[in-house]
Antibody, heavy 117, light 111 residues
């Protein structure tokens, strides 16, 4: 069955960096656009970034543009999100998901990023 | 792209039916039949319960149904059960570089 498993979250100081990974299985990863979504404590779902199936097209929300970088390795069935210059307001659970016409058919279980000194 | 508008909360008693609305614009909800609904329980991954306005993925209870009229999509849950309590989010395809837009979420309380 389809599985998306995020990893790489943790506690980081303001200004620090993290690299999140999302391992995909159970579907043809290279056929799908992919996305990162986050949920901050007490807040709703926020779209962060997405990437086309072969990686040529990317999008970033204004809140993370210039600080986060999305990438993928289709040979490894993996999606990544590099988080730089982290701020307290980036504290959230980060989810990866598979996209189909803007709809997220499959979600990972999430990885928690906590930005605190 | 502004967020889709959902009521902050709805409630109902076991066995009753409730409907959650999701209002967008003629550029998103009104333009495409690519509206989804997700159920989110705290600490768990969001779960797709309706896609393409009214399609129920395999394994999702037929108590969940979706519809759309103009710029407003709706999720109806019939025969409310305690396990339905949680947060519900809608989202729509936008057709531009942003690709998708979410609603702010609706907290469902089963009384």
């Amino acid at each position: 069955q389809v599985q998306l498993v995020e990893s790489g979250g943790g506690l980081v100081k303001p200004g620090g960096s993290l690299r999140l990974s999302c391992a995909a299985s159970g579907f043809t990863f290279s056929d799908y656009w992919m996305t990162w979504i986050r949920q901050a404590p007490g807040k709703g779902l926020e779209r962060l970034s997405h990437i086309s199936n072969i990686g040529g097209r990317t999008y970033y929300a204004e809140s993370v543009k210039g600080r986060f970088t999305i990438s993928r390795d289709n040979a490894k069935n993996s999606l990544y999100l590099q988080l730089n210059s982290l701020r307290a307001e980036d504290t959230a659970v980060y989810y990866c998901g598979s996209l189909r016409y803007g709809q997220i058919d499959y979600w990972g279980q999430g990885t928690l990023v906590t930005v605190s000194s | 792209q502004s967020a889709l508008t959902q009521p902050a909360s709805v409630s109902g008693s076991p066995g009753q039916s409730i409907t959650i609305s999701c209002t967008g614009t003629s550029s998103d909800v009104g333009a495409y039949n690519y509206v989804s609904w997700y159920q989110h329980h705290p600490g768990k991954a969001p779960k797709l319960i309706i896609s393409d306005v009214s399609n129920r993925p395999s394994g999702v209870s037929n108590r969940f149904s979706g519809s759309k009229s103009g710029n407003t999509a709706s999720l109806t849950i019939s025969g409310l059960q305690a396990e339905d309590e949680g947060d519900y989010y809608c989202n729509s395809y936008t057709g531009d570089s942003t690709l998708l837009v979410f609603g702010g979420g609706t907290k469902l309380t089963v009384l």
